[in-house]
């Protein structure tokens, strides 16, 4: 009877909130009392360290705050040893020119077309361009199982499919529908490990994974505590360490200076580093915005790959990747292809994602599957080519990674980034993560730098090029409420909400832990 008692404390208290009827065998199948199990186990052995991950973040950014200080490279075992190289990867990440980026596996259609492509990987996503609903959560963690248990109908199996490159979400994302001893769980714990409990062994036989993108890393410890999650799961499924391959996205200042570190960690599960514009930009406001020497100017007309910052922030994650034997892969091409300017687009696309393969990625993500072919021989014609070792020549300074551009704010970039903004919220108000506008996809990413600069700019009193016109709270709000006029209920809630957002004393960190754990958004997967 002891024994029992103490098994029972021992294990830990799951509570999890009840599906919706159309997800109710979803939730049968991932949910059996094996997973729960795990589940419970692998958030009791590693919820404080995440807790703790979110904890350093907020000191770290008091401490700049304080002193004026600017991020700058340490000295560190993995920079000063030029011997060691992240571990061989597997045969299908070897030559990976091509993904499918922002794939919600909730989206069954899109999920199932987009494995039918001739491309090397699958962003499978439950972060930017996913919304994380209970619904969307259950359909995409069932869509994954099914596609690995060979139950998605009309798709090739997974040795003939492309590869899945899966995406949990961020650190900074809470899973409300799912308590550990009665306490919400940390987002990408639960991702990471319903997805590996119920495929990795499948994956790993038919040697198609499991391979992950991390997003949002913020330095190496972060990369740290991710490996020692692998090995853990590893163990504990009974899979041989290593089996876990994982690319991590440097989107934040901050990773910037630890990249080396963030391989080295991870270098027994590492597939490389990937750069994320946005979401890279958006870090800057997100650590100094209110800093004038860090005024981002104008994303429409001065942020682009061709910039001094962003230039040297993709050589450096190119040429870190050479050193270590990583692959390094460049963001994805958002355009979307409309009848009336098809060609247009594709040239700029092949243009724009040529001068990537020019400076020494490995590969990149698209998101319209109309990309795929012209991209696809744009590599053909480069193979071969190694743009890789002149680039490794010249050394990235510290300076060279945070120098802004110059440049002011244009009425119309402002109202582009207000739209972007509202849009994405009622898009995540009706349980999407992504939306087409004026021929891009946009997701969270996108919305992140649109509502820090809209934020930034207020506070900076920012002075608009065409008129010399000062940004002001009040001119936001005009210029919101003008676009929400006469749209539908959740546009106009979402304008509302935005309007908040950007004139908050305190910059939020996350446009997406904002609405996920904001009252409208719980209420309306409740009524869902």
């Known amino acids: 009877g002891r024994q029992m008692e103490m098994e029972k404390q021992d294990m830990a208290l799951l509570e999890i909130f009840p599906p919706g009827s159309e997800d109710f065998h979803a939730f049968e199948v991932l949910f059996n009392e094996e997973a729960k199990l795990f589940l419970g186990r692998l958030v009791r052995e590693f919820d404080k360290e995440c807790e703790e991950i979110l904890r350093e973040r907020k000191i770290l950014k008091l401490q700049f705050d304080k002193s004026g200080n600017l991020p700058k490279f340490q000295t560190s075992t993995a920079r000063s040893d030029p011997t060691w190289k992240i571990a061989p990867l597997p045969k299908r990440l070897l030559n990976r020119h091509l993904d499918l980026g922002d794939v919600s596996p909730a989206d069954t259609e899109r999920f199932s077309e987009c494995l039918r492509q001739d491309v090397d990987g699958i962003q499978t996503d439950f972060d930017d361009g ?117 690319c991590v996205l440097i989107e934040n200042v901050f990773a910037s200076f630890e990249m080396e570190e963030i391989l ?99 590969g990149f993500m698209v998101y319209d599957l109309g990309l795929i072919a012209p991209i696809r021989r744009l590599w053909k014609e480069n193979e071969g080519l190694n743009f890789k070792t002149a680039k490794s020549t010249l050394p990235i300074m510290a300076e060279d990674l945070l120098h802004l551009p110059a440049g002011g704010v244009t009425l119309a970039g402002l109202q582009h980034n207000i739209m972007v903004g509202v849009l994405f919220i009622s898009s995540w108000y009706a349980g999407k993560g992504c939306f087409v506008f004026k021929g891009c996809v946009e997701d969270s990413a996108t919305a992140e730098i649109s509502r820090s600069q809209v934020w930034q700019w207020i506070r900076q009193r920012a002075k608009l090029e065409e008129t010399g016109e000062m940004v002001t709270s009040s001119m936001v709000r005009e210029m919101v409420e003008r676009f929400v006029k006469g749209q539908v209920e959740e546009t106009r809630e979402a304008g509302q909400v935005f309007l908040e957002i950007v004139t908050m004393r305190d910059f939020p960190e996350f446009i997406t832990t904002l609405l996920n754990d904001s009252h409208q958004f719980r209420k309306r997967q409740c009524e869902g």
């Open 264 to 362: 080295w960690e991870l270098r027994d599960h590492s597939a490389g580093l990937n750069c994320g514009i946005w979401d890279y930009s958006a870090s800057f406001i997100n650590k100094f915005g209110h800093r004038p020497e860090f005024l981002l100017p104008d994303r429409s007309k001065y942020v682009s790959m061709e910039r001094p910052f962003l230039a040297a922030y993709m050589g450096l994650v190119v040429s870190t990747c050479l050193k270590r034997g990583a692959p390094a892969t460049g963001g994805m091409a958002a355009n979307i292809l409309e009848d009336s300017n098809k060609n247009e687009v594709i040239e700029k696309v092949v243009s724009s994602k040529k001068k990537e393969i020019e400076a020494g990625v490995d």
């Open 130 to 246: 996913h919304c994380p609903t209970w619904h969307n959560q259950i359909q995409g963690w069932y869509n994954i199982y099914r596609h690995v248990h060979g139950q998605l109908s009309d798709v090739p199996g997974m040795e003939q499919a492309p590869v899945l490159m899966m995406r949990p979400r961020a650190w900074n994302m809470t899973e409300h529908n799912i308590l550990v001893d009665g306490k919400e769980t940390p987002g990408p714990l639960i991702d990471f490990g319903l997805l590996m409990f119920h495929n990795a062994k499948l994956m790993h036989e038919a040697g198609s994974g499991p391979f992950f993108y991390l997003s949002k890393l913020e330095g190496s410890k972060e990369a740290k505590l991710w490996n020692r999650i692998f090995v853990w799961t590893q163990r504990q499924l009974g899979l041989p360490v290593g089996t876990v391959k994982a």
